[in-house]
């Protein structure tokens, strides 16, 4: 066998461990900074993330918010619209009320004048009527002695040209 040149020392149990876990300081200081740098690189990105997600979520519900509200102030303008409308015409038809009513009172006033006018004429032709039925009896009185007198002409004349006549003969 050949003479071999790599002998080793033998090395006490506590000096392998710290040569196994990490080999030499330095790279596992490197390792755990990098381990540490990203972790802080991926909790800033999720942050990041999550925030600018949130703005966003904030925005669109921001935008949504100014939409439904320019929705509800359209609504709210087309119904101050028909409300001063309807007032317009509650207004409107209040006058006509007002007129009409002037109108109604005018027209019962008028219907009691002619009511009262009739309730004269009706008086009036009542008392016509009386007279015409006392002129219709003086009348007959009067055509009845006109007829007795009549009457009693012609017996007159009848005696007295019977006398004539008695006596001529």
Known sequence: MAPSFYHYLPVPMDEMG???GCGTRPRCLV???LMVL??????TLTIYYAVTGNCKDGLWAQDECRNTTHLLQLQLTRTQDNLLQAETQANSCNRTVVTLQESLETKAAQALEQ???????ENE????NQELKSLRSQKET????Q???GS???VSSLLVLTMSLFLLV
């Open 18 to 20: 710290e040569k196994q």
């Open 31 to 33: 390792a755990a900074i």
């Open 38 to 43: 990203l972790g802080v690189t991926l909790l």
């Open 115 to 121: 009511q009262a006018r009739i309730r004269e004429l």
């Open 125 to 128: 032709v009542m008392k016509l």
């Open 142 to 145: 009067s055509s009845t002695v």
């Open 147 to 149: 007829v007795n007198s």
């Open 152 to 154: 009693s002409m012609v």
